[in-house]
Nanobody, 124 residues
Framework: QVKLVESGGGSVQAGGSLRLSCTAS????????FGWFRQGPGKEREAVAA????????YYAESVKGRFTISQDNAKNTLYLQMNSLKSEDTAMYYC?????????????????WGQGTQVDVSS
């Protein structure tokens, strides 16, 4: 059973930084599709940053390119999202998710496992 637990959210002023962490059990960040997603107030859930092919290929949403960095520590089985130059529009619930056998978004959205989320609030 895959379990993902996020931490690191909080309140920060615009321009600040936060680092989110996601520790996995029942799964290792070495296969499939895994990454970070968010859902802001009144918005649909969207992909923020993700690894494909077990970490070989990386995806970033256009809105976070150059500001956010996804990384993994295999020894700790933990996924990170370093968020710099935060903006008010980054305010959202952030989720960690993984699809151990997926290779594309279609499979991921229908078969992925999700954490419970961690709230990020950015004040301007």
């Amino acid at each position: 059973q895959v379990k993902l637990v996020e931490s690191g959210g909080g309140s920060v002023q615009a321009g600040g930084s936060l680092r989110l962490s996601c520790t996995a059990s029942g799964y290792t960040y070495s296969s499939g599709v895994f990454g970070w997603f968010r859902q802001g107030p009144g918005k649909e859930r969207e992909a923020v940053a993700a690894f494909f092919d077990g970490g070989t290929n990386t995806y970033y949403a256009e809105s976070v390119k150059g500001r956010f960095t996804i990384s993994q520590d295999n020894a700790k089985n933990t996924l990170y999202l370093q968020m710099n130059s935060l903006k008010s529009e980054d305010t959202a619930m952030y989720y960690c998710a993984a699809d151990p056998v997926g290779t594309d978004w279609d499979h991921f959205w229908t078969h992925g496992y999700w954490g419970q989320g961690t709230q990020v609030d950015v004040s301007s």
